[in-house]
């Protein structure tokens, strides 16, 4: 079993910006991909990014050039940098992790998010 814990969600003004973090912890051999997804009210969850094991990243239109991924793999950690916020970013946001474990199968793993807010 594997958890995967949000943290920095929080209330910014527009314009503002926020670092969330996510940490890995459990049977975990090894992370492939990694990724960030939000979901609005009244919404349906998006793809915000994603990242691989060697740091190769996408991104979802709407949020390049205002959002950076990155990832450290000793630390089994998933960072999304968020700058220009604007009040649609406003969600839930999740991160989720491919994970290999010891019983040599992989599985997908979600946190149970953290709140972003952007006030106009």
């Known amino acids: 079993q594997v958890q995967l814990v949000e943290s920095g969600g929080g209330l910014v003004q527009a314009g503002g910006s926020l670092r969330l973090s996510c940490v890995a912890s459990g049977d975990i051999i090894y992370i492939f991909s990694m990724g960030w997804y939000r979901q609005a009210p009244g919404k349906e969850r998006e793809l915000v990014g994603g990242?691989?094991?060697?740091?190769?990243?996408t991104y979802t239109d709407s949020m390049k050039g205002r959002f950076t991924i990155s990832r450290d793999n000793a630390k089994n950690t998933l960072t999304l940098q968020m700058s220009s916020l604007k009040p649609e970013d406003t969600a839930v946001y999740y991160c989720n992790a491919d994970v290999f474990s010891s019983d040599g199968l992989g599985y997908v793993y979600w946190g149970q998010g953290t709140q972003v807010t952007v006030s106009s």
């Open positions: 990242i691989t094991s060697d740091d190769v990243s």
